[in-house]
C-alpha cells in the first residue's frame, strides 16, 4: 500500500503564494505519474497539474503561468508552486500518485487552501 502525506495548505490573501508538498510512501516499487486536482465548493474535481518521473508536466489552461509542479524522484515527492492566488482557487487540492507495479491511483486525503476575497 502507499499513503500520500500532504502539507503546505492554509489561508493566504490574493496575490499571495503557497507551496504544496506530498510524499508518497510505503510498500511499492516505483511511483509514475504524480499530479495535483482540486475540488472547490459547489463543484467537481478538476485537474490542475500532474508531472512524469521525466519532468514532463501537463497544466490545466487557467493554472497555466501561475502554477508550476515539481518532483524529487528520490524523494517520490511532488510539489505545487502557487503563485498569483484567486479568491476561486479556494478549494481542497489533492495529490495523486500512479503505482505502475500495481496499476493503482493512490489519493491523499487532501489539504485545504483558502484565498480571501
Known amino acids: 500500500q502507499v499513503q500520500l502525506v500532504e502539507s503546505g495548505g492554509g489561508l493566504v490573501q490574493p496575490g499571495g503564494s503557497l507551496r504544496l508538498s506530498c510524499a508518497a510512501s510505503g510498500t511499492f516499487f516505483s511511483i509514475s505519474d504524480m499530479g495535483w486536482y482540486r475540488q472547490a465548493p459547489g463543484k467537481e474535481r478538476e485537474f490542475v497539474a500532474r508531472i512524469t518521473p521525466a519532468g514532463r508536466t501537463d497544466y490545466s489552461d487557467s493554472m497555466k503561468g501561475r502554477f508550476t509542479i515539481s518532483r524529487d524522484n528520490a524523494k517520490n515527492t511532488v510539489y505545487l508552486q502557487m503563485n498569483s492566488l484567486k479568491p476561486e482557487d479556494t478549494a481542497v487540492y489533492y495529490c495523486?500518485?500512479?503505482?505502475?507495479?500495481?496499476?493503482?491511483?493512490?489519493w491523499g486525503q487532501g489539504t485545504q487552501v483558502t484565498v480571501s476575497s
Open positions: 495523486n500518485a500512479y503505482e505502475v507495479s500495481v496499476a493503482y491511483y493512490y
